[in-house]
């Protein structure tokens, strides 16, 4: 399937298909997600809907797509010599700006995904499941040096807890996530937790 997607997606130049993103995560800022149809992102990007479909399949897979492109850097990349560094580099890849609107688009999307099946597979497989991936090779960096314990059950819920502390701080504190405070929670909570370094 993956090859498929991949032959299918092609035909588009990397130049077009950043600009098809970039008005796809647009619309679903200003409508969300269940009022952004294939039809205005045609409209939008002077695209046919036949060919948005060819390219993409579906909705879900054209947003998860979008959402995946506008990521900037991989904690898997990022061996800084420590797993404070890599966490540290991880979220000081996106400024407060980007958080905010990172924000902005998970809280629209957290109620889409539960009623459309097809989102939440495509979000499990294109966002979640690599960002595990990148955290389970930045955990094993962190082993491989020594700094924490292979058997430490906090490993399996790293994610849980980063996204729990992105989710939440508005709910909870009435603020926004951002680097300060995702730093913070790395080094109070996150670390901790697995019995690495907190300096």
């Known amino acids: 399937m993956t090859e498929v997607a991949t032959a299918r997606r092609s035909r ?3 130049e077009r ?8 995560l647009d619309l679903l800022g200003e409508v969300g997600y269940d009022a952004l149809t294939m039809d205005a992102v045609a409209a939008r990007t002077r695209s046919s809907k036949a060919t948005l479909y060819r390219q993409w399949g579906g909705k879900a897979e054209l947003v998860v797509k979008a959402m995946h492109h506008s990521k900037r850097g991989s904690l898997g990349d990022a061996d800084t010599g420590s797993l404070r560094g890599d966490l540290r580099a991880f979220v000081l890849r996106d400024d407060d700006c980007a958080i905010e609107q990172n924000s902005a688009l998970m809280r629209g999307m957290g109620a889409a995904m539960h009623a459309n099946p097809d989102l939440l597979r495509a979000f499990r497989e294109m966002i979640i499941l690599p960002e595990r991936d990148e955290f389970r090779k930045a955990a094993q960096r962190a082993i491989d040096r020594g700094e924490i314990r292979a058997d430490n059950p906090a490993l399996d ?6 996204i729990g502390a992105f989710a939440a701080r508005q709910l909870i504190d009435e603020l926004l996530p951002t680097q300060a405070f995702l730093l913070a929670y790395i080094d109070a909570v996150v670390l901790p937790a697995l019995g690495a370094p907190v300096t």
Do not use: K, S
């Open 12 to 14: 588009i130049t990397p």
């Open 17 to 24: 298909e950043a600009e098809l993103y970039a008005a796809v």
């Open 157 to 162: 819920y790293v994610l849980h807890m980063m």
